[in-house]
């Protein structure tokens, strides 16, 4: 599997795009709780199936009603059944080094057949993952992300083609591609690792994918809404613009919303959508397979993206702001650094105004507060309320106390206590990470 581990993205490499199963953890043991009570004796079934990432197919078919368990594994390949075998043989298999069939990752689902069907679980396989994309899933691609239905008789391989043909009439109704899952007996079957199994019951920080591709099976008796419209490309910002791609029932983007859209202050435009394409007249680089995924469009085309949030705003503003600052303002914001004296600008600012977070958009200091210290940078002897956070500075010999911004976290200078009344501080900023706004003249 093409794996890394989201939550250690360094801030240069969070414009690029990571698998859906990118996020690699411990061993842990196994969670497996009962989906369903299950009457003493009474048999089970169960089918194979392959939707891509094991860990997201995990989630989707525990939440059938009548699913006992979902196991995570690996099945109808010609190698050993394990993780670092299947992650080796599509290497060999890209390489041409190899003609050996890989496995597929898979999910087992035990159900219960006194409380749900094989036509239920196959409904809810169908629209829970795009099975029209071959040898991949989203952005993870390869033979062992093939969509797969592996069966273990005669009776099930022919509801398989049943469900198979009635969707394929929803899909190319709805505009859709062909179908391309094999359906096939299972041949041979591996349990994955401990720490693949109930991944994101034990794991709830890591992603799920996007859910399908919005097309219902015909009179499951799912609520079909109507698909979200495109956003219209000409009615938003060519130069620059943020789209927030979303998904229904997706805590994370509610998440985010809380935390970022709902205070937005920020010069770049943003906008949310629950469709899954581009603007119209514009290009994604690649296609999107986790929620949030928060795009950054310049010229109609995808420059920076920013996949998956679990409620880490620095990162998010850190991303953003290697997007929207000069290499000289990266320096000070995220590294610490200082400009020369008398070099940055707003120095000489002394309209009534606001000076606002580079990246946010949130007020800092106002104008009224700025004085001339003679230091050669902007000094103020008062932040706006909450703007700012403190720390300890020890570096370079010195006993200082750091100016941060309290939205973005980005360093913004230090604080002395040498300025004028009533507060008799001296905020020294850097005026290279300071944005100026003027007031509206009335």
């Given amino acids: 599997m093409n794996r890394s581990i989201y939550a250690l993205f ?23 709780a009962s989906k369903a009570a299950v009457k003493p004796g009474a048999p089970l079934d169960s089918i194979v199936l392959g939707m891509g990432c094991f860990w997201g197919a995990e989630k989707r078919m525990s939440e059938v009603p009548g699913v006992v368990e979902v196991e995570s594994g690996y099945a109808n390949g010609e190698v050993e059944g394990s993780y670092e075998a299947v992650l080796k043989q599509e290497n060999s298999l890209r390489r041409g080094q190899s ?16 409380q749900t069907s094989l036509e239920k679980i196959l409904i809810k396989f169908w629209e829970s993952h795009d099975p029209t994309q071959g040898d991949r899933q989203g952005n993870d691609v390869g033979s062992n992300y093939r969509s797969a239905i592996y069966t273990h008789s005669d009776a099930q391989a022919g509801v398989a083609r049943q469900t198979q043909a009635t969707y394929q009439q929803a899909l190319t109704q709805a505009g859709r591609g062909k179908i391309t899952t ?11 690792e401990d720490y693949h199994q109930d991944y994101l019951v034990k794991n709830p920080d890591g992603y799920c994918g996007l859910g399908g591709t919005g097309v219902k099976y015909p009179g499951s008796g799912s609520t079909a809404s109507a698909p979200a419209p495109r956003l219209d490309g000409k009615a938003l910002a060519f130069d620059r613009q943020l789209v927030v791609f979303e998904a229904e029932h997706c805590d994370f983007c509610k998440l985010f919303k809380a935390d970022v859209l709902d205070h937005w202050k920020s010069e770049v435009p943003i906008v949310s959508t629950l469709n899954t394409n581009a603007p119209s007249g514009w290009t994604l680089e690649k296609t999107l397979f986790a929620t949030p995924t928060i795009v950054l469009f310049e010229k109609g085309k995808e420059v920076s993206r920013y996949t998956g949030y679990n409620g880490e705003k620095p990162r998010f503003w850190q991303w953003l702001g290697f997007q ?8 000070i ?12 600008s707003n120095l000489d ?22 004085f001339e210290s003679g230091t050669g940078w902007p000094s103020f002897f008062n932040p706006q309320p909450g703007s700012i956070t403190l720390h300890e500075d020890i570096s370079h010999g010195m006993k200082r106390v750091e100016v941060r911004s309290a939205s973005s976290g980005i360093h913004l200078g230090h604080v002395f206590d040498d300025g004028p009344p009533p507060t008799y ?12 706004v003027p007031d509206a003249k009335p």
């Fill in 349 to 370: 600012e002394k309209r009534p105004g606001t000076f606002v977070d580079p990246i946010t958009g949130a007020a800092l200091f106002r104008s009224d507060t700025k």
């Fill in 182 to 192: 094999e359906i096939a007996p299972l041949k041979t079957y591996h349990s994955a």
């Fill in 99 to 114: 003609a050996k069939r890989n496995h597929a990752e898979v999910v087992k689902v035990s159900f219960d057949p006194t």
């Fill in 10 to 32: 360094a801030v240069l490499s969070m414009s690029l795009m990571v698998s859906a199963c990118a996020q690699e953890k411990p061993p842990a043991s196994p969670v497996k």
């Fill in 324 to 331: 929207l600052l000069t290499p000289a303002q990266q320096k």
């Fill in 333 to 344: 914001a995220f590294e610490q650094g200082t400009e020369m004296a008398f070099s940055g």
């Fill in 425 to 436: 501080k001296r905020y020294c900023i850097n005026g290279n990470v300071l944005k100026f």
